[in-house]
């Protein structure tokens, strides 16, 4: 039976001093981590300058699978911009 889990990721963008600064980045961290074919969207703190939740959603044969990928998606965003990411969450759907 497949895997699907989805990762909720609260981040925190120091530099920015408009919602347009945040926006740009977050547009950045969305465009590389759906070259790894999971599904993500912007999901709470739309109007705070500094600080977004995203939810990653991935699907896999098995659960160990999903969370190698969801491990990736992580790793891309420390490896780019590292200190983002301030909390995390995982919730297994299936």
């Given amino acids: 039976m497949p895997a699907v889990a989805l990762l909720s990721v609260e981040i925190h963008v120091p530099e920015s001093r408009s919602l347009k600064d945040k926006r740009a980045v977050m547009r950045s961290v969305k465009d590389r981590l759906r070259r790894l074919n999971v599904s993500v969207a912007e999901v709470d703190h739309q109007t705070l300058r ?33 200190g983002l990411i301030i909390d995390t969450q995982i919730e297994w759907l299936a």
């Fill in 50 to 82: 500094q600080r977004c939740r995203l939810a990653i959603a991935a699907t896999g044969a098995t659960n160990v699978d999903v969370e190698q990928l969801l491990g990736t998606a992580l790793d891309e965003i420390e490896r780019r911009d590292p």
